[in-house]
């Protein structure tokens, strides 16, 4: 079975992270996901954060140059509060904003855990 899938530029938006992201609710052996420019913005960090909520094996998450904004990082911050087993999560060149990394320092506060730029 897929353990890691690497799709880093393959232009697959929104669309394509909330296909993923279904598939994340399935199909639980993956543990490294890589997405990197592929433009899913906000509504794609939605479907991710929704299939995290879910997900009980992907331990590496990269959303890094996705144009993610304040408002996906904070879905992505309350799906932390769920998933217990992402340990890595990249958001490298995504305008979050200082309110955005502020809801991950929170969630980092109530529950430390390792979590690094991939």
Do not use: Y
């Not at 639980?28 to 592929?38: A, F």
């Amino acid at each position: 079975s897929i353990t890691s899938l690497g799709l880093g530029g393959t232009r697959i938006g929104n669309r394509g992270a909330q296909s993923l992201a279904e598939g994340l609710k399935i199909h639980r052996g993956v543990g490294i996901l890589e997405l990197t420019q592929n433009s899913i913005g906000d509504e794609g960090a939605r479907a991710v954060a929704e299939g995290l909520k879910v997900n009980e094996t992907l331990r590496l998450l990269c959303l890094s140059e996705n144009e993610i904004t304040t408002h996906g990082a904070k879905l992505l911050s309350a799906s932390l509060q769920i998933n217990k087993s992402l340990h890595e999560l990249g958001l490298r060149c995504n305008p979050i904003g200082e309110e955005g990394l502020e809801s991950f320092c929170e969630k980092l506060k109530t529950e430390p855990r390792r979590l690094v730029e991939s």
